[in-house]
């Protein structure tokens, strides 16, 4: 429970005012907290202190515990007060302020995170910092970093410049040497070796702990599956996905996904749910399922998109951001169950069910409790217990029914309720690849349901803002908004051929190129030209948890170059893709979105127009084969648009055109036919 609900007797501080769920629960800290804005930092030029940058996010289980441990004391608060300026910022809605003092923490030598407090010069350059801090520590820490400024005022201030420096400097020159494979075949195949070093051939992602999921490696090694037909690349993806699901970091009775798991067993989560995570999972399995059909895989995606609709869902349908892994102070106990609980609950149930999902009588986990997982495969089991799948399946139903209402009288984890328009994308983009391969209507509802909110409420024009939380916040989107957004304009043109969204990714991709892109290093800065000015105007490089924004773009300056026709869109996404070809193929866990949008420029994409009174109709017929390197213009009707243009039917008949380059292959009428032209060419 965050400060704000528990210390109405304090006065409240500035952040009172503020939108973000995470600075509002800071609002009754006896800290005197700023928003990172004007105010604060002609305060801290003014007065000559030292800022105090805390950056955290809502659902951080560790910056609540500095917050209870130290935020919420008299006399820690007054420390900060008496020798700092202090601002809190939320991440998620200033990624730019997190990405400059995140690379200066680490720049230092400090392993990154959150809560993340850096100390800064009063002209915002950063001379110290770390993560969290148990109270004493940081106690002391307050009082040596007011000495060491006071008494060495001119060491700190060079000593900050210096860094500053090193963070303004452009990091991709010291890549782009990096040799490569001049071969495609050869490049893919340096790829995957380099990935299968660090496969966990057991539990499925890589071997460490902790795991993060990391959808952007699995997606490109399917599609160097697809281009090469390597085996190993697609079971890797496989066991990954099955074990995810068999682990608890898969919520098994309320689907959804945690953000990483503590083990290398995908056992026990940091039970935090994230929009970009489930997001981007969606999309993973939906393309996994075009391979494999596996049943789990469909029913891990119908789960998630419930607990989507259930309790991330606004009621003008754009989504929240995230679920905090606490409820009460604990992390996890919304999630957990005690055996004793689930017997009198499940009754002549539980013993099955308890033996199904890893349940015993001591707990699996901490205090007793116990975290669902699947330690058995679902086939070893119903054998064992003489079970027809019919029938155990309405047995976990009524047991999942049981315990979610059961659950849900239970005291939820905090929810961030902001809405970041950089995530819904990310959204639409995984419903909508959802709804290719399972085309249920109600899917694409939801995608264009959120996307007209973000239309009506979160642009002006073609300019993009960062969030909503009741209000529509100030700050401008960054390239993560930009990127994401054109890619789900794309996806929607791909879902329903509407060429309003079309029409809308060519003229928000325009405004980006003119307000983000650098012409130096044929890169996007992460920030506008019109946006606040930071310490340094950074470019997002490498792919974390969320691909990076460049790659991102990238992709979107290719695909929407050959569905708009414009070639120098596609050129650009060469060039980008080009500079860090070396590097993608030297660090591939760090550049797996890159490795797709230079598989993309490399190898091409193919242009498949339908044209006829069945366009639409055979167009998702398509759906029921994995086509990653195809992209897709239909039309009833004739079109002007460049893939369609002064084509016609066949001999009365919905005509399909392949075409790589403009360059066409002979029309067929048959999707088995045009299948067989898609074939890849590797």
Not at 274 to 289: C, G, P, T, W
Not at 590 to 608: D, K, L, P
Request: contains cysteine; negative net charge.
């Amino acid at each position: 429970m965050s400060a704000a609900e528990t210390g109405h007797h304090r006065k409240p501080n500035r952040l009172l005012q503020a939108s973000s769920p995470y600075l509002l629960q800071h609002a009754y800290n006896p800290v005197d907290w700023y928003e990172w804005n004007e105010e604060a930092l002609n305060r801290a030029l003014q007065e000559q202190k030292p800022i105090l940058v805390s950056i955290g996010y809502s659902s951080c289980h560790w910056c609540h515990v500095m917050e209870r441990e130290s935020f919420e004391r008299d006399d820690i608060a007054a420390l900060m007060n008496e020798h700092f300026i202090c601002i809190k910022v939320d991440r998620e809605e200033r990624p730019d302020i997190d990405q400059v003092y995140m690379d200066a923490v680490q720049n230092m030598g400090m392993a990154g995170g959150w809560p993340l407090n850096v100390f800064l010069t009063p002209d915002q350059k950063p001379f110290y910092g770390g993560t969290y801090f148990r109270p004493e520590v940081w106690r002391n820490l307050l009082q040596q970093i007011n000495k060491a400024y006071q008494d060495k005022k001119y060491e700190v201030h060079q000593s900050a410049e210096e860094l500053t420096q090193h963070l303004a400097s452009n990091e991709l020159g010291r890549f782009q040497a990096l040799q490569r494979a001049r071969d495609f075949r050869e490049a893919l195949e340096l790829i995957l070796n380099k990935l299968s070093e660090k496969f966990d051939y057991h539990w499925g992602g890589m071997s460490k702990a902790p795991k993060f999921i990391m959808p952007s490696i699995w997606m490109m090694l399917l599609r160097i599956h697809h281009l090469t037909g390597n085996t190993t690349a697609l079971n890797q993806v496989n066991l990954t996905l099955t074990r995810i699901l068999q682990g608890g970091i898969y919520d098994q009775l309320g689907g959804g996904f945690a953000r990483y798991s503590v083990d290398s067993e995908w056992f026990a989560p940091h039970f935090e749910k994230m929009l970009y995570d489930n997001a981007q999972l969606l999309s993973l399995y939906a393309e996994a399922y075009s391979i494999t059909h596996d049943p789990d895989y469909k029913r891990a995606i119908n789960e998630t998109i419930g607990w989507l609709e259930r309790d991330m869902t606004s009621p003008e349908g754009v989504f929240y951001s995230a679920l905090d892994a606490d409820s009460e102070d604990i992390e996890g106990k919304y999630y957990c169950w005690k055996h004793d609980e689930l017997q009198a609950l499940l009754a002549d149930k539980a013993s099955v069910f308890c033996e199904y999902f890893g349940v015993t009588v001591k707990g699996n986990w901490e205090h007793g409790m116990n975290i669902l997982k699947r330690p058995h495969s679902d086939h070893e089991f119903l054998a064992r217990h003489t079970l027809a799948p019919e029938q155990w399946q309405q047995l976990i139903n009524e047991c999942n029914c049981i315990l979610l209402a059961e659950r849900s009288k239970r005291i939820p984890p905090g929810l961030d309720n902001k809405i970041l328009t950089g995530w819904n994308a990310m959204m639409i983009t995984g419903l909508l690849d959802v709804h290719r391969v399972l085309p249920h209507e109600h899917y694409l509802e939801l995608a264009c349901r959120c996307m007209h909110f973000i239309e009506n409420e979160l642009m002006e024009g073609n300019k993009v803002y960062r969030s909503f939380t009741g209000r529509r916040s100030p700050v401008e989107g960054f390239l993560e908004d930009y990127a994401w957004l054109i890619r789900a304009f794309m996806k929607l043109y791909q879902a329903d051929f509407n060429e309003h969204w079309l029409h809308r990714a060519a003229e928000v991709m325009n405004y980006t190129i003119s307000h983000f892109y650098d012409e130096e290093d044929n890169m996007f800065f992460f920030t506008s030209r019109t946006a606040d000015k930071l310490i340094a105007r950074k470019k997002e490089l490498f792919d974390n948890v969320i691909p990076s924004s460049n790659s991102v773009m990238a992709m979107n300056l290719y695909q929407l170059g050959i569905l708009t026709d414009k070639p120098a869109w596609r050129e650009l996404a060469r060039k980008m893709t080009e500079k860090v070809a070396g590097l993608i193929q030297h660090e591939p866990n760090y550049m797996a979105n890159w490795g797709i949008a230079w598989m993309e420029t490399e190898h091409t994409m193919a242009e498949v127009g339908i044209i006829g009174p069945e366009a639409h109709t055979v167009a998702k017929k398509f759906s029921e084969y994995f086509l990653p390197f195809a992209l897709f213009d239909a039309s009833e009707n004739a079109s002007e648009l460049p893939l369609l243009k002064g084509k016609s039917t066949i001999n009365g008949r919905t005509g399909i055109y392949v075409c790589r380059d403009y360059t066409c292959q002979q029309p067929v009428t048959e999707i088995n036919d045009a299948i067989r032209q898609l074939q890849p060419t590797t």
